[in-house]
Every structure is written in structure tokens, then in C-alpha cells.
């Protein structure tokens, strides 16, 4: 089989739903959040779950490269970042998900490249235990942990990075464009989503056709679908981030 990004399908559905997407250039005068979700051992590092790489997988390592590079940019300019970690309870499954990220795992920890944020004073870490990261935000009281996190930092936009485009990223996305336009999200504006630091997982027709409970996956087709879908949501997509 050739590689996707030469597939007809792919062509044509780029062809058909094309998604935008321009640079970006962030500026000290306007407050930027970087979101980061689940960048952890057990979607990103090889070997190390259910749902990590069987073996190194391109997109998903520049994904994690891309996001090591704006995380430290967003450090060095003490600009706020929020990282949420996939973390579940070994007793509460999460359908139509096998077992994976368990609390206190090594799955459900940041990959190596960016453990650091674990200390560093601009960070704050969420565990969640569901797809979509607002909601896993939700605290027994009714308060949410990323709203207050926007507004106590006065943000005007969110950069959000991650996996899976197409799952967890998307959910998160348009769960914040929802929650900004009814207003809870005071004073976001922008919710833009960094293509070149995003990523979601491969299972090619052929691999799934071989098995009754797989379903089929094409990586770079999915990840495509997810932006378009985050457009019509009415987020921005950066293909690429620079700093002023």
C-alpha cells in the first residue's frame, strides 16, 4: 500500500471539506492560554497501553515534539498553561474504551519531554476521567476547574494541542466554543487549535477488516475530518505558531 498522504480518498476529501488554516502570531498584548490534552505515556509513548503506538509513529511523535516546543515557549514568557492528564479509576469503565490511563499508572503520567511541567509555576494539571476535558473540569461543587482558570488569568484565546484530534481535542473544543458563546467563558474570544500539534491514532481498513471488534481508523484522514468539523464549531486552525 502506498503511504496516505498519496491516498485519492484523502485528496478528495481535502478537496471537498478543505480546511482553513494560517499562521499565527502570538503577541504579549493579547493573553494566550496554551491547552494541553493528554499528552501522556499511555496515548504518546510507544508500548505503554491499549491505546499508545505499537511502534513509532511519525505523527504522533512531531505532534509531542510540537508541543514540547510551544510549552516551553509558553514557560519562558510565563505565559499560563493547563495540561490534562487521562486518568481513570480502575472500577468505572469508560464505554465503548477498553482499560487504559489508570490512576497512578505510568499510562496516565506526562511523557518524559514534558514532566517538568509537573514543577513549573505557570502549569496547572487536570486529571480527567472523560473524553471531553470541560467537562472532566466539572468539580463536585459545581465549579469548573478550566473556567476558573480562564477567568483568573484573564484570558482572551486558547492554543490547544493534543491527541486525539478527532476525540478528545475535538470534544474539548467544541465544548469550549459552546461554553464561550453562552458566556460562561468571560473574556475568551479565541479557541484555536494548532494542527501541527495535534495527532490521533492509525488503524488502516486492511488491520481492522482481520478483526470482529475493530473498527477502522485512517490516521491523517481522521485527524483532516477533526479540523473541519472544529472550523464549523467556529475555532481557528494555526498551521503554524510564532511568538512577537
Known sequence: ??????????????????????????????KTGLVLVDLVNGFCTVGSGNFAPKEHDEKISKMVENSVKLSKKFAEKNWPIFAYLDSHH???????YPSHCLIGSDESKLVPDLLWLENDPNA?????????GFI??????????????VKSNQIKQVLVCGICTDICVLDFTCSV????????????ENVIVASQACATYDLPLHVAKASKD???????????VALYIAVG?????ASEVSFE
Open 136 to 149: 472532566g473540569s466539572y468539580e463536585k461543587d459545581g465549579s469548573n476547574v478550566f473556567v476558573d482558570w
Open 124 to 132: 496547572t494539571l487536570r486529571k480527567k476521567d472523560c473524553i471531553d
Open 214 to 224: 475493530l473498527v477502522s481508523h485512517p490516521q491523517e484522514l481522521m485527524h483532516h
Open 177 to 188: 466554543l459552546s461554553a464561550r458563546n453562552r458566556g460562561f467563558l468571560s473574556p475568551l
Open 233 to 237: 464549531r467556529g475555532a481557528q486552525i
Open 90 to 96: 480502575p472500577d468505572i469503565p469508560e464505554p465503548p
Open 1 to 30: 500500500m502506498g503511504s496516505e498522504s498519496q491516498s485519492p480518498t484523502l485528496e478528495f476529501v481535502k478537496e471537498e471539506i478543505p480546511v482553513k488554516q494560517q499562521p499565527l502570531l502570538l503577541s504579549d498584548n493579547f
